[in-house]
T-cell receptor
Framework: AQSVTQLDSQVPVFEEAPVELRCNYS??????LFWYVQYPNQGLQLLLK??????LVKGINGFEAEFNKSQTSFHLRKPSVHISDTAEYFC??????????FGAGTTVTVRA | DGGITQSPKYLFRKEGQNVTLSCEQN?????MYWYRQDPGQGLRLIYY???????QKGDIAEGYSVSREKKESFPLTVTSAQKNPTAFYLC??????????FGSGTRLTVV
């Protein structure tokens, strides 16, 4: 069975500062990992995904994530955040039957 | 443009009533999913369907029912047996090669 742990429930950050959102997973099978963003009262939008290949994955809006198999991590980073990055972020792992298991989410609040 | 449409956006239910949430996709995706979202708990899987006329229970299926008569549609019924239905409900679809595409959600409130 797969599970996902997001290590930070709340991350306050100043505008133009870097941010890192931490995600650890457990999986007994091949790993497919995702990061999603959710703005208030909206659905989830895919930021990026790791299916295979390069362990550094670049996504939309300047986000990137690094897959680390030995540490079972998939941390999300952005070098310089904007006010518009204020949202909730979810890490997810996909099982072989294509079900997604989500972490509890990390709320990012960007302040001027 | 292809996508997933959930309706209504807001729904109010009286005690003891059944209500049905609509989810339609025009992405030609085989699999569809229903998730429930509560504050601080992430998303929990209610039901999923990988092909027409077949569906499986997720982690929190009690008090819910679904049908999958057409590839494009996967409605969710919240029955009176669901004791705490107030939540944000998200529908999604996927193929083997893709991530999930989510709808914009339905917020259900018991009044």
């Amino acid at each position: 069975a797969q599970s996902v742990t997001q290590l930070d429930s709340q991350v306050p950050v100043f505008e133009e500062a870097p941010v890192e959102l931490r995600c650890n997973y457990s999986s007994s099978v091949s790993v497919y990992l995702f990061w999603y963003v959710q703005y208030p009262n909206q659905g989830l939008q895919l930021l990026l995904k790791y299916l295979s290949g390069s362990t550094l994955v670049k996504g939309i809006n300047g986000f990137e994530a690094e897959f680390n198999k030995s540490q079972t991590s998939f941390h999300l980073r952005k070098p310089s955040v904007h006010i518009s990055d204020t949202a909730e972020y979810f890490c997810a792992v996909r099982s072989n039957d294509y079900k997604l298991s989500f972490g509890a989410g990390t709320t990012v609040t960007v302040r001027a | 443009d292809g996508g997933i449409t959930q309706s209504p956006k807001y729904l109010f239910r009286k005690e003891g009533q059944n209500v049905t949430l609509s989810c339609e996709q025009n992405l030609n995706h085989d699999a569809m999913y229903w998730y429930r979202q509560d504050p601080g708990q992430g998303l929990r899987l209610i039901y999923y369907s990988q092909i027409v006329n077949d569906f499986q229970k997720g982690d929190i299926a009690e008090g819910y029912s679904v049908s999958r008569e057409k590839k494009e549609s996967f409605p969710l019924t919240v029955t009176s047996a669901q004791k705490n239905p107030t939540a944000f409900y998200l529908c999604a679809s996927s193929t083997a090669a893709s991530g999930y595409t989510f709808g914009s959600g339905t917020r259900l409130t018991v009044v």
